[in-house]
């Protein structure tokens, strides 16, 4: 005759395990954090590599993380009246802005009326502005992986113990034909980012991730 005790008590044997495992993996793991959409950002296991100490970004410039809209326009911004958008300078003051001694141009991503993201572009190669911020802020964590439009890139990231990031972008074009030639043509994006933006980023890069072993020429 079988025992029909036997089955519950697997039963209840089998939930505690799970929730004494459970219980013990979240104590290793980085809170996830909601993006624009109120979902979750990223998974509970990504984690973030921190940059030296003392290395601390809360935002570009003058543009700080968390101002609004307003705040913002009062900088020379011009803003769109939506509630996600892109902030950019005015026409008549955007020739003086300047990142590493070259002229920038700042991009500022507004959600829910909040600043959490700032892309600028500068007219510096990839690897000066790599040595600078490298000299600046520490080693960077390092991330290769392929694109949406199947290009090979590199993604470092400087991380302040707030889990704010500034990171750079390079673009070595097409996997395919990452020669040389592609290298020599290589672009690059530096992004300033909230904590809950930096999450979300480097979890994108992640779920994208290129063989290391893959060479590509450096400049």
């Not at 993006?35 to 296991?45: E, I, K, R, Y």
């Not at 802005?97 to 141009?105: C, F, I, P």
């Not at 190669?125 to 290769?144: A, H, M």
Request: hydrophobic share 35%; glycine share 6%.
């Amino acid at each position: 005759m079988k025992n029909f005790h036997s089955i519950p008590s697997f039963v209840l044997f089998s939930f505690i395990a799970v929730i004494v495992f459970l219980t013990g993996y979240s104590g290793h793991s980085v809170a996830a954090a909601p993006d624009s959409d109120g979902n979750d950002a990223s998974s509970p296991t990504t984690q973030l590599a921190y940059a030296a100490d003392g290395f601390a970004v809360d935002g570009y410039k003058s543009v700080k993380f968390g101002m609004d809209v307003t705040e913002l326009k009062s900088l020379g911004y011009k803003c769109p009246n939506h509630s996600k958008t892109i902030c950019r300078l005015d026409h008549g003051i955007e020739d003086n802005e300047t990142l590493l001694g070259k002229q920038a141009k700042p991009m500022v991503w507004i959600d829910r009326d909040t600043v959490r993201r700032i892309d600028v572009s500068v007219k510096m190669k990839p690897k000066d502005v790599l040595n600078d911020f490298t000299e600046s802020f520490g080693e960077p964590e390092v991330y290769r992986y392929i694109s949406l439009t199947h290009n090979l890139k590199e993604a470092y990231y400087w991380v302040s113990p707030s889990g704010n990031s500034v990171s750079l972008t390079r673009d070595f074009g097409k996997v395919a034909t990452t020669t040389g030639e592609a290298v020599a043509e290589a672009s690059s994006r530096i992004k300033y980012q909230n904590r809950e933006q930096t999450l979300k980023s480097i979890e994108y890069i992640r779920k994208r991730e290129a063989p290391t072993d893959k060479v590509i020429g450096r400049r």
